[in-house]
T-cell receptor, first 113, second 114 residues
Framework: DQQVKQNSPSLSVQEGRISILNCDYT??????FLWYKKYPAEGPTFLIS?????DKNEDGRFTVFLNKSAKHLSLHIVPSQPGDSAVYFC????????????FGTGTRLQVFP | KAGVTQTPRYLIKTRGQQVTLSCSPI?????VSWYQQTPGQGLQFLFE???????NKGNFPGRFSGRQFSNSRSEMNVSTLELGDSALYLC?????????????FGEGSRLTVL
């Protein structure tokens, strides 16, 4: 049972444009959400997070939006750069100390010149 | 400070064998989590250890086990290897727990089962 879903396995965007990566979840107990970026041959690195008390969090070119009623979050990258080409994973947890962090299947973003 | 170190980086085993992977977390981090990455499945949670105790476990068979030592270093073991166990195994450390903050990942151990 995939509680965190990224339905687009890949996305191709032109440099300078906006990249929008989407993530859906099924567990209404999730209240903490994160995005990680992974380059080939490297471990994932933390990008940005959001708690359920907010609907938006911004960090430079990266903004995460949370729609709790739709159980949906999205990551916006503006403007997209070739160095953003990577696999992006969203993750969610219920926030308790003993809860596990559940990852989605990932979306491969390619930013072309 | 040093990052998360996983050893070995690559290994090849045959069906039926067992394997042990090692993870050294960032100094001061008490939580170590293990994930399996396979194409199309994303990062599947295996287990989390915190201060030498298994805090949480994913939906993997009992062939997958782990432990954490007093210095927070962790090992995971897979016994009776199957072809489907071929994957990238990622270890992540955090200060207080996998669900409460940022995880710092190692580069992974790529296991190939023939």
């Amino acid at each position: 049972d995939q509680q965190v879903k990224q339905n687009s396995p890949s996305l191709s965007v032109q440099e300078g444009r906006i990249s929008i990566l989407n993530c859906d979840y099924t567990n209404s107990m999730f209240d903490y959400f994160l995005w990680y970026k992974k380059y080939p041959a490297e471990g994932p690195t933390f990008l940005i997070s959001i708690s359920s008390i907010k609907d938006k969090n911004e960090d430079g070119r990266f903004t995460v939006f949370l729609n709790k009623s739709a159980k949906h979050l999205s990551l916006h990258i503006v403007p997209s750069q070739p160095g953003d080409s990577a696999v992006y994973f969203c993750a969610a947890s219920a926030g308790g100390n003993t809860d596990k962090l559940i990852f989605g299947t990932g979306t491969r973003l390619q930013v072309f010149p | 400070k040093a990052g998360v170190t996983q050893t070995p980086r690559y290994l090849i085993k045959t069906r039926g064998q067992q394997v042990t992977l090692s993870c050294s977390p960032i100094s001061g981090h008490r939580s170590v989590s293990w994930y399996q990455q396979t194409p199309g499945q994303g990062l599947q949670f295996l287990f989390e250890y915190f201060s030498e105790t298994q805090r949480n476990k994913g939906n993997f068979p009992g062939r997958f086990s782990g432990r954490q030592f007093s210095n927070s270093r962790s090992e995971m073991n897979v016994s009776t290897l199957e072809l489907g166990d071929s994957a990238l195994y990622l270890c992540a450390s955090s200060l207080n727990g996998a669900s409460t903050g940022e995880l710092f990942f190692g580069e992974g151990s790529r296991l190939t089962v023939l």
